[in-house]
């Protein structure tokens, strides 16, 4: 039966105040404890004559059961209520046939609520229809993890051990701790518009790589062309108010093979203006290799340096992919910028030096990756 109903009875006064109760929905089963059919109803029955109480079989046409007397074992479709002598005081159950095993009840009655000692305990499932109100803490087991609040605190600065957290308010939290729930990554020159609801953003930019130089072409002995260096990294956390006009940076070109080949050319900067400014410098081409030589080994070509900062934002760069200088006979390998691909080549990298073939077959450098943008929000 249900525990959350006040005994409305006033021992002053000898009187009692029961409530109608209607419709209440119950199942006829055997109770094991007490070795009887049928069901307990949510509060105690008020006793009456002639009585109210009412059992209907809950179902099209069902039918209506008939009280017996507290002394008398119902029949099929009978029932009575566990009254005891004085006829005021009972449990709340309703004894049924075994035959009516299983039906599905509606139960009617004047409800007089509960009594339950403040160590009552449940050993089995229990339906709570209403509501259920903790004046005290509720200890979730015997080792004593008692719970005193279900709190709506969405800077959890509390720190206790003692409260559940509400679901809002942990959506609170996290939308306050963790400001960036969308991610984009941008591969061509395009305005990026800022969400209504967006303050903040955090940017990695990146310019277009170096392109590789291209091997000298001889009989023996000549050097291959060095790789050129990935393109400027910066990061930064900047606070916007409009949207962003966003230029990528082009990998720079790889050069020719020839008797004294070309460096490779310089990656374009990547750009960022309007609500945020930022500049990735290319990175710079791969040397062209010193021809016919006992070693032939042209430098790679070196990152751009260049920081700085801007006025009411800050960033960070990243160190530069360093290219590697070209051997007697390979090309060096450009420097990367360790970022996805797009189209086989690691956007931001620096492009492969050409390498030597012998025989006169020289391979020209490889054009460096494209820049990028990404941003978090």
Avoid at 135 to 158: F, H, P, Q, R, Y
Wanted: proline share 3%; net charge negative.
């Amino acid at each position: 039966m249900a525990v959350n109903a006040r005994w409305r009875y006033d021992e002053f006064e000898d009187t009692f105040y029961p409530l109608s109760i209607v419709d209440e929905e119950h199942t006829i089963e055997f109770i094991s404890e007490i070795a009887k059919y049928g069901f307990f109803a949510d509060e105690s029955v008020y006793f009456e004559s002639p009585s109210s109480v009412s059992v209907i079989e809950d179902t099209t046409g069902g039918a209506t059961f008939t009280e017996v007397s507290r002394l008398s074992n119902p029949g099929t479709e009978q029932f009575r209520v566990s009254y005891d002598a004085e006829s005021y005081f009972n449990t709340g159950f309703i004894e049924c046939n075994a035959a009516d095993n299983g039906k599905n009840i509606l139960l009617s009655y004047k409800g007089l609520g509960t009594i339950a000692h403040p160590t009552f305990r449940l050993n089995r499932d229990f339906n709570l229809p209403g509501n259920l109100i903790i004046e005290g803490n509720l200890s979730m087991n015997a080792s004593g993890d008692d719970v005193n609040e279900i709190s709506k605190d969405g800077t959890l600065a509390s720190n206790s051990n003692t409260a559940l957290v509400s679901e809002q308010a942990i959506k609170t939290y996290v939308d306050t701790n963790f400001p960036f729930k969308s991610f984009e990554i941008i591969t061509s020159s395009q305005t990026w518009t800022k969400p209504t609801a967006v303050s903040h953003v955090f940017i990695e930019a990146c310019g277009g790589g170096g392109g590789g130089a291209g091997s000298s072409q001889g009989p023996a002995n000549v050097g291959g062309g060095g790789g050129g260096s990935s393109g400027e990294i910066r990061t930064g956390l900047f606070t916007v108010t409009s949207d962003l006009t966003i230029t990528i940076g082009s990998g720079g070109a790889g050069s020719s093979t020839g008797s004294s080949p070309s460096s490779g050319t310089t990656g374009s900067n990547t750009t960022i203006s309007g609500g945020a400014s930022i500049t990735c410098r290319g990175g710079l081409g791969g040397g062209g290799s010193f021809g016919e030589g006992s070693d032939g080994s042209p430098s790679g070509g070196s990152g751009g340096t260049r920081l700085g900062s801007f006025p009411g934002q800050s960033s960070h760069r990243i160190p530069i992919g360093r290219a590697a200088a070209g051997d007697i006979i390979n090309g060096g390998k450009g420097g990367g910028s360790g970022t996805d691909t797009s189209g086989g080549k690691i956007l931001g990298s620096g492009g492969n030096g050409g390498n030597y073939i012998s025989g006169g077959a020289s391979t020209s450098g490889q054009t460096g990756g494209n820049g990028y943008v990404k941003i978090w929000y």
